[in-house]
T-cell receptor
Framework: AQSVTQLDSQVPVFEEAPVELRCNYS??????LFWYVQYPNQGLQLLLK??????LVKGINGFEAEFNKSQTSFHLRKPSVHISDTAEYFC??????????????FGTGTQLKVEL | DVKVTQSSRYLVKRTGEKVFLECVQD?????MFWYRQDPGLGLRLIYF???????EKGDIPEGYSVSREKKERFSLILESASTNQTSMYLC??????????????FGEGSWLTVV
């Protein structure tokens, strides 16, 4: 079975400061990892994904994440946040062996609040 | 652009009613999903379908059923709505094989309140 832990339910940060949103996973096989963002009253939008290759993955809106197999982590970072980054962020994992649908397992989410 | 459309954004239903949540995607995706989103619990998979008339239970299927008669449409059915099914419901779709790099696309969600 696979699972995802997002330890921080809320992260407040000032505008133009750096931010890191933490994600740890558990799986007995190889994993594929994703970060999604949800703006208020909207569905989820893919930020970035790790499938294989380079462990540093760059996504949209200046976000990046690093896959660390030894620490089973996939933390999301941005060097300088903007007020428009205020949203909820979800980490998700699939091992690709869960049947024809390749379903994703999501974490509980981290609410990023950017303040002026 | 991929579009996943959920027909109702906001619904209020009474306990015991049969409720249908409809979802349509316009990109010929094989996979379709229904998730439930609750504060502090994240997204939990209710059911998914990888082909017409095919369905598999997710993590919390109890109290729900689904129907996929056409490739583009995936319906979530609450046979007898209860107050603990008050939630945000998200539909999603993707091409087969997420691990091959195919993205899951989400609709905007349906807020269901059961009174």
């Amino acid at each position: 079975a696979q699972s995802v832990t997002q330890l921080d339910s809320q992260v407040p940060v000032f505008e133009e400061a750096p931010v890191e949103l933490r994600c740890n996973y558990s799986s007995s096989v190889s994993v594929y990892l994703f970060w999604y963002v949800q703006y208020p009253n909207q569905g989820l939008q893919l930020l970035l994904k790790y499938l294989s290759g380079s462990t540093l993955v760059k996504g949209i809106n200046g976000f990046e994440a690093e896959f660390n197999k030894s620490q089973t982590s996939f933390h999301l970072r941005k060097p300088s946040v903007h007020i428009s980054d205020t949203a909820e962020y979800f980490c998700a994992v699939t091992n690709g062996f869960t049947g024809g649908g390749n379903k994703l397992t999501f974490g509980t989410g981290t609410q990023l609040k950017v303040e002026l | 652009d991929v579009k996943v459309t959920q027909s109702s954004r906001y619904l209020v239903k009474r306990t015991g009613e049969k409720v249908f949540l409809e979802c349509v995607q316009d990109m010929d995706h094989e996979n379709m999903f229904w998730y439930r989103q609750d504060p502090g619990l994240g997204l939990r998979l209710i059911y998914f379908s990888y082909d017409v008339k095919m369905k598999e239970k997710g993590d919390i299927p109890e109290g729900y059923s689904v129907s996929r008669e056409k490739k583009e449409r995936f319906s979530l059915i609450l046979e007898s709505a209860s107050t603990n099914q008050t939630s945000m419901y998200l539909c999603a779709s993707s091409l087969a094989g997420i691990s091959s790099g195919n993205t899951i696309y989400f609709g905007e969600g349906s807020w269901l309140t059961v009174v």
